[in-house]
């Protein structure tokens, strides 16, 4: 008796514990790739192809989360981030390109996300973008150096839910939802060239390079701090409960991410696309999606979304550059290290929040440069996929924790679908 009623007082434990996963790391994790780029993207989408492209983010669902966990087993099992074991595995030339690869992709996105914070705050309180984007950087970059992140998000991350705006958007507005649906399941594909594109941005905007990097070392780093937790490789039995950890936090994590975006490209697909606005160029346009529930504050709304996402976006990205540059030189790194501690790999993520904001001083459109920084994610996605599959697959890597069946298929299938849509871009676009 007295062991039933012990099951049954473990249970609202266990269901605390797996409510605390999904809004802990899986939350953020999901909030961060619906980013100002994301946001962007998906508005895109759905104003210029109405529901037509709402089938990717239910085709990409299966294979994000299998991508995503395959990088958090890299950096549990291995105590090690993706570029740390690539530096202890792979020449030098391989190492040097990946991470070159993903400096590149990141410091384009910060760019891209700092301006248009900084686009959507001049869009509701006036005056000169320029104060806007040296505030948001400033702040990024100097809370990551001297803040605990996890202080940090824990606060920033009710600021995301302004995305769900977008969700309570479809209850007021009329959604063909047969339309909508069937769309789901029932693709009507095309040939163009804008077509193929947004297709490439919409899966590099939800399989993003630098969340395999953020997540395989943030992984890494949690055994280093923890000290009841070990490398994988080293402690076997603590696998099975660490293993099921992971996947439970992915799948809630990407399953709220791709929620939101699907709300978005229907949102904008019912008010954008149904009133003859099919391209949008500025932070004004892509707010109207939000005027069904926000009225005249729709602007507001939709900055607090813009800006929120980005605040968690940023110093992911950033984050995820100093977590690659360190670990391929050898450097001390880590956010739960002192400033003094590891002051090239917190040098870095200043370097890269720094280059992005300098990127804005171009005549670039915010929302475009949004959009193609998503583009860039989803070509930069291939080769890092591609290597990290390899890696997995090596037993002198993941000991007995190699990655196989299901979640190895759909890793390479992942891989092969990122491919193929980069390959059609590149064919249509000549």
């Given at each position: 008796?007295?062991?039933?009623?012990?099951?049954r007082?473990a249970?609202?434990?266990?269901?605390k514990s797996?409510?605390?996963?999904?809004l802990?790391?899986?939350?953020?994790?999901?909030?961060?790739?619906?980013?100002p780029s994301?946001?962007?993207?998906?508005?895109?989408?759905?104003?210029?192809?109405?529901?037509?492209?709402?089938?990717?983010?239910?085709v990409?669902?299966?294979?994000?989360?299998?991508?995503?966990?395959?990088?958090?087993?890299?950096?549990?099992?291995t105590?090690h981030?993706?570029?740390?074991n690539?530096r202890?595995?792979?020449?030098?030339?391989?190492?040097?390109?990946?991470?070159?690869?993903?400096l590149?992709?990141?410091t384009?996105?910060?760019?891209?996300?700092?301006?248009?914070?900084?686009?959507?705050?001049?869009?509701?309180?006036?005056?000169?973008?320029?104060?806007y984007?040296?505030?948001?950087?400033?702040?990024?970059?100097?809370?990551?150096?001297?803040?605990?992140?996890?202080?940090?998000?824990?606060?920033?991350?009710w600021?995301s839910?302004?995305?769900?705006?977008?969700?309570?958007?479809?209850?007021?507005v009329?959604v063909?939802?047969?339309e909508a649906?069937?769309?789901?399941?029932?693709?009507h594909?095309?040939?163009s060239?804008?077509?193929?594109?947004?297709?490439v941005?919409?899966?590099?905007t939800?399989?993003?390079?630098?969340l395999?990097?953020?997540?395989?070392?943030e992984?890494?780093?949690?055994?280093?701090?923890?000290p009841?937790?070990?490398?994988?490789?080293?402690?076997?039995?603590q696998?099975?409960?660490?293993?099921?950890?992971?996947?439970v936090?992915?799948?809630?994590?990407?399953?709220?991410?791709?929620?939101?975006?699907?709300?978005?490209v229907?949102?904008?697909?019912?008010?954008?696309?149904g009133?003859?606005?099919?391209?949008i160029?500025?932070s004004?346009?892509?707010?109207e999606?939000?005027?069904?529930i926000?009225?005249?504050?729709?602007?507001?709304?939709?900055?607090l979304g813009?800006?929120g996402?980005?605040?968690?976006?940023?110093p992911?990205?950033?984050?995820?550059?100093?977590?690659a540059?360190g670990?391929a030189f050898?450097?001390?790194v880590?956010?739960a290290?002192?400033?003094?501690?590891?002051?090239?790999?917190?040098?870095?993520?200043?370097?890269?929040?720094?280059?992005?904001?300098i990127?804005?001083?171009?005549?670039?459109?915010?929302?475009?440069?949004?959009?193609w920084?998503a583009?860039?994610?989803?070509?930069?996605?291939?080769p890092?996929?591609?290597?990290?599959?390899?890696?997995?697959s090596?037993?002198?890597v993941?000991?007995?924790?190699?990655v196989?069946?299901?979640l190895?298929?759909?890793?390479?299938l992942?891989?092969?679908l990122?491919?193929?849509?980069?390959?059609?871009?590149?064919?249509?676009?000549?």
């Amino acid at each position: 008796m007295s062991g039933e009623g012990g099951a049954r007082a473990a249970l609202p434990t266990r269901l605390k514990s797996r409510l605390r996963e999904f809004l802990g790391p899986g939350l953020i994790t999901g909030a961060s790739d619906d980013d100002p780029s994301g946001i962007a993207t998906y508005s895109q989408a759905g104003a210029q192809f109405g529901y037509g492209l709402g089938w990717t983010l239910v085709v990409t669902y299966p294979f994000m989360v299998a991508v995503q966990m395959i990088s958090a087993r890299i950096g549990r099992t291995t105590g090690h981030g993706i570029a740390g074991n690539l530096r202890r595995y792979y020449p030098r030339w391989l190492l040097n390109g990946v991470v070159a690869l993903l400096l590149v992709a990141n410091t384009i996105n910060i760019g891209a996300d700092l301006g248009a914070m900084a686009d959507a705050s001049r869009l509701v309180i006036g005056g000169p973008s320029i104060v806007y984007l040296v505030i948001f950087a400033a702040f990024c970059a100097l809370t990551q150096v001297f803040m605990s992140y996890r202080n940090y998000v824990s606060v920033l991350k009710w600021l995301s839910l302004s995305l769900l705006a977008y969700v309570f958007t479809l209850l007021l507005v009329h959604v063909d939802w047969e339309e909508a649906l069937l769309r789901l399941v029932i693709p009507h594909p095309s040939v163009s060239a804008a077509y193929v594109t947004t297709i490439v941005a919409l899966f590099g905007t939800t399989i993003s390079p630098y969340l395999f990097f953020w997540q395989a070392s943030e992984e890494a780093e949690d055994v280093e701090e923890t000290p009841e937790r070990e490398a994988l490789t080293e402690h076997p039995e603590q696998g099975e409960a660490e293993l099921e950890r992971i996947e439970v936090d992915t799948l809630g994590g990407m399953a709220a991410s791709n929620l939101v975006a699907l709300a978005i490209v229907f949102a904008t697909a019912a008010t954008l696309h149904g009133a003859g606005i099919t391209d949008i160029q500025t932070s004004a346009q892509a707010a109207e999606a939000l005027r069904p529930i926000a009225g005249n504050q729709a602007a507001i709304v939709f900055a607090l979304g813009i800006v929120g996402t980005g605040l968690l976006a940023v110093p992911v990205l950033a984050g995820s550059a100093a977590y690659a540059l360190g670990e391929a030189f050898g450097w001390p790194v880590g956010l739960a290290r002192l400033p003094l501690q590891a002051k090239a790999f917190y040098g870095a993520i200043v370097a890269a929040t720094a280059i992005g904001m300098i990127l804005n001083f171009t005549p670039i459109n915010p929302i475009k440069a949004l959009y193609w920084s998503a583009v860039l994610n989803g070509v930069v996605a291939v080769p890092v996929m591609a290597i990290m599959m390899l890696l997995t697959s090596r037993k002198e890597v993941m000991g007995e924790f190699t990655v196989r069946g299901p979640l190895r298929w759909l890793g390479w299938l992942a891989t092969a679908l990122m491919g193929g849509a980069v390959l059609a871009m590149a064919l249509t676009a000549s």
